[in-house]
């Protein structure tokens, strides 16, 4: 938009800034800033690319069964060594890792959409309705979490594994569960955030020109109440991952066939005694993945907020 | 609130496929009309709504039928093993608390020095390890390694007197650490950033105008009222705490509600579950309103009714 008023916006952009950035450059810029969460980011795309990559070079399959090699420590044929079938323990977390992440992802992306959607509507229409979303979301976040996930895979796991088939029905489960108990506090953001910006002069701006509701909700206040949701995305990222790992740690998440990490660590907890590399290799990779996420949504909360002032 | 949880749990076991007489029906030797005659009894053919009040009301008076399973009744199984549930819980509670107020406290004070840096890394790093995975390194290390604590909690103690104690307490050790040491990180984060809110703000400085002593300044003044935020992050924490329980129960076999809770699903024993998952709802309701008092005790100018 600056770019073309020349003489003011040329005065000023020679007083402040070297050169004009867009919103996403400067975002960047401030988030490089943050040491941990780029060291963070770093880690997390060189994980991302093994995971994406790593089978296409790694040519190990996830099931092979091979007695001779069984709970073998690292070494070179097989990497990061092998499990109590001699399945080697790489390739297995390679595939693992997609898992994961997809289900941390997708879960996410449910629990953003229902947390924008309800606290949208819960700051634009205000009153009655507002009243009863935020009951509701109360409501939400008082239920205990783990518990009721559990119940609801036990009660339902067998029709949907019918319906849809083994992986596809367990996965579509956990992350419609972990998404639907994750967007409360998504809610609660955008509400706050809906509430103050409604207020806003721009906003009546857009109101006074004759805008509809939509595009001003649209169009005006949800740009600017992202920064706080992308944030909130990012750590659920790094919550539901914990929450897939979980829950197939306790044996109730995906099937043994699909080796997710939580998974292996499953197969791995009763074998710490003489092969600790198979509880601890997958233990590390859902910690450095997590860890990496929180500093980047950590970095992201810095770079975001344009009132803060960066130290350093 | 409980009333709402409790819809929420009878919505999903309406909503969910297939019901208790399944294998009833599905027997050969059990006469159609028995079957019948017993969905009839149990009312399982009359309206949801009356369902819902049935369901709730036998709930709350903690009539919770049989175990398949164990085959004894589900109130029994639970108020055994409750005790050992809350104790767990609420001894990693104390410990956490008893981490993150001086640490999140120091870390304010004195922000960005190296004491600060070092607590900051830590407790996002605590705060990132699923409590499985410190569990199992705890065991790992502790157990395995060192051999100096038992990885497995053992209800029963055969030994009496001081040894019994000492037998409990270093069995407790390895659950109440990974427990306490996961809610502490998270805990010592909300403390700092509550404290150098407070540690702002004018009264601060009248505290220090007044010549009282810089402890008394931070401790009356500051931490007193920073906790009224922490307070209620605290309260929105719990139905988390829970989570952690669950899994720190299993892996360390204590002998609790939450491990009892796993084991009933993989014996895909219905009434424990039920009743399991509505006593972690009446939990949480408790623990929300015990924080709620805390809360009028710490700030004042809240009153109730």
């Known amino acids: 938009m600056a770019t073309n008023a020349p003489p003011l916006a040329a005065a000023l952009a020679l007083d402040a800034q070297p050169a004009a950035r867009s919103l996403w450059g400067e975002t ?96 634009h229409f205000g009153g009655a309705a507002d009243h009863t979303l935020m009951r509701i979301t109360d409501l939400f976040i008082s239920l ?23 992986e596809a029905g367990i996965f579509i489960m956990i992350v419609v569960v972990i998404g639907g108990l994750r967007w409360m506090p998504v809610a609660r953001l955008v509400r706050a955030q809906f509430l103050s910006l409604r ?29 706080p949701v992308i944030v909130a995305g990012t750590i659920d990222v790094a919550a539901a991952i914990i929450a897939e790992s979980s829950l197939s740690f306790l044996g109730l998440g995906f099937p043994p066939d699909i080796p997710t990490w939580g998974r292996i660590l499953f197969d791995a907890k009763d074998n710490l005694d003489f092969a600790p590399h198979w509880a601890i290799f997958p233990g590390t990779a859902i910690f450095l993945t997590v860890l990496s996420i929180n500093y980047i949504g950590d970095g992201l909360r810095d770079a975001l907020d344009p009132r803060k002032v960066l130290g350093h | 609130m409980l009333a709402g949880i409790s819809l929420v749990l009878f919505t999903i076991l309406a909503l969910a496929p297939g019901d208790p007489f399944e294998e009833l029906a599905a027997n050969p030797n059990v006469p159609r009309e028995v079957a019948q005659a017993l969905r009839h009894q149990y009312g399982l053919d009359d309206p949801v709504a009356v369902r819902y009040v049935r369901w709730f009301g036998a709930m709350v008076h903690g009539d919770w039928g049989f175990s398949f399973v164990s085959r004894v009744n589900v109130s029994t199984l639970i108020w055994q093993r409750l005790p050992t549930s809350l104790f767990v819980l609420g001894t990693a ?71 019994w104690w000492w037998e409990h307490i270093r069995q407790a050790i390895m659950p109440v650490a990974v427990l306490g040491l996961a809610q502490g990180a998270g805990l010592t984060r909300f403390v700092r950033s509550a404290v150098l809110e407070v540690i702002r703000l004018d009264y601060i400085n009248t505290a220090r105008a007044k010549g ?55 014996a895909n024993d219905t009434p424990v579950i039920m009743a399991v998952t509505f006593v972690y709802s009446c939990l949480v309701v408790t623990f929300t309103l015990l924080v709620d008092m805390l809360y009028g005790w710490l700030d004042p100018r809240i009153t109730y009714g």
């Open chain 1, 144 to 166: 205990p979490q783990l518990p009721l996930l559990l119940l609801i895979v036990y009660l339902f796991r067998d029709t949907l594994k019918k319906v849809l088939g083994p």
């Open chain 1, 28 to 123: 960047f810029r401030r988030f490089r800033r943050h040491r941990l969460a780029t060291v963070g980011a770093a880690i997390l795309i060189v994980m991302v690319m093994a995971m994406l990559a790593g089978p296409l070079v790694y040519r190990v399959p996830i099931d092979e069964i091979d007695f001779k090699a069984k709970l073998k420590g690292p070494s070179w044929t097989h990497p990061l060594g092998t499990d109590d079938l001699g399945q080697d323990l790489l390739a297995r977390m390679l595939y693992g890792g997609r898992i994961s992440l997809a289900v941390g992802i997708a879960a996410m992306l449910i629990a953003i959409v229902i947390g924008v959607a309800v606290g949208a509507a819960s700051g």
């Open chain 1, 199 to 227: 207020e806003k002069e721009f906003v009546e701006a857009a109101r006074s020109l004759g805008a509809p509701a939509l595009r001003q909700v649209a169009r005006h206040i949800l740009p600017n109440a992202l920064g």
């Open chain 2, 93 to 163: 509670q104390a410990l956490a608390i008893l981490i993150a107020l001086p640490i999140g406290t120091l870390s304010a004070v004195r922000p960005y020095s190296f004491f600060d840096q070092v607590a900051t890394t830590l407790a996002f790093i605590g705060f990132s390890l699923p409590t499985f995975f410190t569990g199992l390194l705890f065991i790992l290390f502790f157990s395995i390694y060192l051999g100096w604590l038992p990885f497995i909690y053992r209800a029963d103690i055969s030994a009496t007197g001081w040894e």
């Open chain 2, 212 to 266: 009282l002593s810089e402890k008394v300044t931070i401790v009356k003044h500051g931490v007193r009222n920073a906790l009224i935020p922490v307070v209620t992050l605290l309260a929105l924490q719990i139905p988390t705490i829970f989570t952690g329980a669950v899994i720190t129960e299993q892996i360390f076999r204590v002998p609790g509600i939450g491990s009892l809770l796993i084991s009933s699903i993989l």
